[in-house]
C-alpha cells in the first residue's frame, strides 16, 4: 500500500470508531451495546494495525510534548478539583 491510500484508510477508520464509540455510549440495550462495543474493539485493533505500519514505514509523525507543557496541563487540572 502506498502512503495516501494507508492515509486515507486510516482516516476512515478513525471515522468508524467515532460513530462506533457513540453507538456504544448510546446504546438503549445491552444487546446493542454489546454490539456496537465488539464493532469498536475490531476497529479500534484495525486503527492500531495501520497506525503501526504507517510508523514503521516512516509515513505517522507524532511530536513529543515539552515537559512544561505537560507539567502545564497537569497543573491546570489539579486546581480545577
Same mark, same amino acid.
Given at each position: ?11 476512515i477508520? *478513525? ?5 462506533y464509540?457513540? $453507538?456504544?455510549?448510546?446504546?438503549? %440495550? @445491552? !444487546? ?9 474493539n ?6 492500531? *494495525? ?7 514505514? $516512516?509515513?505517522?509523525?507524532?511530536? %513529543? @510534548? !515539552? ?5 502545564t ?5 489539579s486546581?480545577?478539583n
Open positions: 500500500m502506498d502512503k495516501e491510500l494507508m492515509e486515507k484508510h486510516l482516516l477508520v *478513525k471515522g468508524v470508531c467515532d460513530l464509540l457513540h $453507538g456504544t455510549i448510546e446504546s438503549t %440495550t @445491552a !444487546e446493542v451495546h454489546s454490539a456496537f462495543k465488539d464493532a469498536l475490531k476497529s479500534l485493533d484495525i486503527q492500531n *494495525k495501520l497506525y503501526n505500519l504507517m510508523s514503521e514505514k $516512516g509515513w505517522y509523525h507524532t511530536d %513529543t @510534548a !515539552e515537559q512544561t507543557k505537560i507539567e496541563v497537569k497543573q491546570k487540572f486546581n480545577s
